[in-house]
């Protein structure tokens, strides 16, 4: 059972950077991939952007060009980069970790206002 912890959420002027952390305990599975979906009120879960085993990435068209996906391998941790933050940003964001099994952090909400 894969244990995911997340950090980093909070308010923050359009414009400005977040990084939301995404730290794993507990794989004994292989690492496939990881990374984080976001939801805004009264609607379904969608992929913010991922990172593979291979290290290959994958973003939103939402958030291409603003956003920079990372994994640390020696603390298990991943990490998202957001930059140039837009008030539509605001939502939970979810991370994932997929092994044979995918589980997921408590979400961590990121709130863009002046």
């Known amino acids: 059972q894969v244990q995911l912890v997340e950090s980093g959420g909070g308010v923050v002027q359009p414009g400005g950077t977040l990084r939301l952390s995404c730290a794993a305990s507990g794989r004994i599975s292989p690492f496939y991939q990881m990374g984080w979906y976001r939801q805004f009120p009264g609607k379904e879960r969608a992929m913010v952007a991922n990172i593979k085993a291979d290290g290959g990435t994958y973003y939103a068209d939402s958030v291409k060009g603003r956003c920079r996906i990372s994994r640390h391998m020696a603390n298990n941790t991943g990490y998202l980069q957001m930059y140039a933050l837009k008030a539509e940003d605001t939502a939970v964001y979810y991370c994932?970790?997929?092994?044979?099994?995918?589980?997921w952090g408590q979400g961590t909400q990121v709130t863009v206002s002046s």
């Open positions: 994932y970790d997929k092994g044979s099994q995918t589980f």
